[in-house]
């Protein structure tokens, strides 16, 4: 079988930065290194690529939607191509279909599609069950009358449904019987994860949650004299923290003060988008509720913000605008940290044996093209 060579890029690989590299594949990759190392084989498709730089395939563990789909919708062919889009579009090379809090048949129906989906496209990886065990107190866009307390049989049974793809639940571990829940996420490798909750720091020290979702948004503010979930998320080093980097979200000040506490190695770069990322302005919907979007902001009627309009080769930028970081730290927040605490084995670095998962980026960084283990894709 002939394998794809592309040379003479700028490559960053997650481990290190080579200038003039090259990078040989089928659907994994089989080299990669300073491109006076490449030896010829027979039936190299060869492609010299001067000016480009590739990084490895995005991963985005927060993501409902995008392109006029959303994962609640349950549709099987559309949770594919959505998932698809955000490859081509934006180089989301790995994805967990993310839910909300809804009715249990609603969840029922979104684990049963994301299934059938995710047996069809490999990029979907997992689910990221946001909800529907959280706090009224910061619900934000999350619908109030569907909250409830920490059910492991309920997880479970979700679980199930999705075929064991369930890998990162947000809830609030402030809640009745959240001990035994979280007991029984690390047990069956699902991460937890503080969001749209109220608790104090002093509840979450004696919490195991170690991932906090969308960082500073829907949950008990940092204080002077109560850090809350955001201050023990930027304190507590075995926390990893969800960034959602529009500028909308989270004010560049504020993503610089989450960069600097928690640095490039605790730090995942999420969308949480919508079905409205992808499409032009006006009205859509988030949950069954009616949603605004104007100006690159998803807004319910009442001014909350309802997930983002975020791609994913954005946030790439901007991370790297509003904390001047330096693009292999950028890397690291896109995609090495996500495979490293996932546990995603194949994905993260451009190393030898892993999928062939990599984005190709022009001098602005613009995504010209993605290769998803090993056939190349463009943006539409």
Sequence with gaps: MSAKVLKH?????????????????????????????????????????????????????????????????????????????????????????TTMTQ??????????????????????????????FISAVYKGAQPEQYIKDPNTELLGHWNELSGGRVKLITYAPEDPGSAAFEDYCIANGIVPSVGHSNATREQLLNSKATHVTHLYNAQREFKHRQPGVTGHAMLEDNMHAELICDGFHIVPDMIRLAFDMKGPERIDLVTDSMRAKGMPEGESELGGQKVYVKDKQARLSDGTLAGSVLQFIDAF??????????????????????????????????????????????????????YSYGTEYHPE
């Design 9 to 97: 890029a700028k490559i960053y690989t997650g481990d290190q930065v080579i200038d003039d590299g090259y990078i040989r594949f089928d659907q994994k990759i089989l080299a990669v290194g300073p491109v006076y190392d490449y030896v010829a084989e027979a039936g190299d498709e060869v492609q010299n690529i001067q000016g480009t730089t590739i990084v490895p395939g995005f991963i985005d563990v927060h993501a409902h939607g995008g392109y006029g789909f959303d994962a609640m919708d349950g549709d099987p062919d559309q949770i594919d191509t959505m998932a698809t889009k955000m490859m081509r579009n934006e180089g989301v090379t790995t994805l967990f279909a």
């Design 103 to 132: 009715s249990n048949e609603n969840i029922d129906r979104a684990m049963s599609g994301v299934k059938v989906a995710a047996e069809r496209n490999p990029i979907i990886k997992g689910v990221h069950l946001e909800g529907p």
């Design 317 to 370: 930028k901007n991370i790297q605008d509003f904390t001047g970081c330096s693009m292999f730290e950028a890397v690291q927040m896109s995609s090495v940290n996500q495979a490293e605490e996932f546990h995603l084995d194949s994905k993260g670095t451009l190393t030898v044996g892993k999928d062939a998962d990599l984005n190709l980026l022009n001098r602005n960084q613009d995504l010209v093209g993605t």
